[in-house]
């Protein structure tokens, strides 16, 4: 019988360095975002599991890069939390009618292309799961670019 293995735990410096954040943001966030208050200890002490470092994460993405006000993120991310996405891995599939239906329906919008098209061939698919990778990577490359012009001009001129 194989011994179930404990799941890491970070303390709260470890996971701010990993979502990217720092310690007084997470602090607030713990405030609004009911899902963070759930890690604490009953000793006092703070520690975040891998599920909560990726919310962390997830939270710093909806407010930052996508735009959301703390009330649009804390509605998304209850909605992201109930579908089971942070729970290390995807949500139970539907039930095999659903999926039997959801695929006629996609392949019939798929057959019925609008006639003012200049060329009827489908396009090729874009490798989505790729190119957003990319886009977020050069994302975090940009934010670090600003964050390093934000703290030349923040140092005082020279004379």
């Known amino acids: 019988m194989a011994k179930a ?9 470890e996971a701010c360095k990993m979502a ?3 310690p007084y943001v997470l ?11 759930e890690s604490k200890e009953k000793g006092g002490g703070k520690l975040y599991s891998a599920r909560d470092v990726k919310i962390i994460s997830r939270i710093r993405e909806l407010l ?10 804390k509605k998304r991310l209850e ?3 109930s579908e089971g996405r942070f729970d ?4 139970p599939a539907p039930p095999v009618a659903e999926q039997k ?13 609008p006639l003012f098209l200049a060329d009827p061939r489908p396009a090729a698919p874009a490798p989505a799961a790729k190119a957003a990778s990319q886009e977020f990577a050069e994302r975090k490359r940009v934010i670090r670019e600003l964050k390093e012009i934000a703290k030349l001009l923040e140092r005082p001129a020279r004379r």
């Open 101 to 113: 239906k959801s695929a006629k329906i996609a392949a019939e919008v798929e057959t019925s292309r």
């Open 20 to 22: 990217e954040v720092a």
């Open 79 to 81: 909605s992201e939390v």
């Open 27 to 37: 602090r607030y966030w713990e405030t609004e975002f009911p899902v963070l208050a």
């Open 5 to 13: 293995e404990p799941e890491l735990q970070y303390k709260p410096a």
């Open 88 to 91: 290390g891995g995807l949500a």
């Open 64 to 73: 930052y890069d996508e735009g959301f006000t703390v009330a649009g993120a």
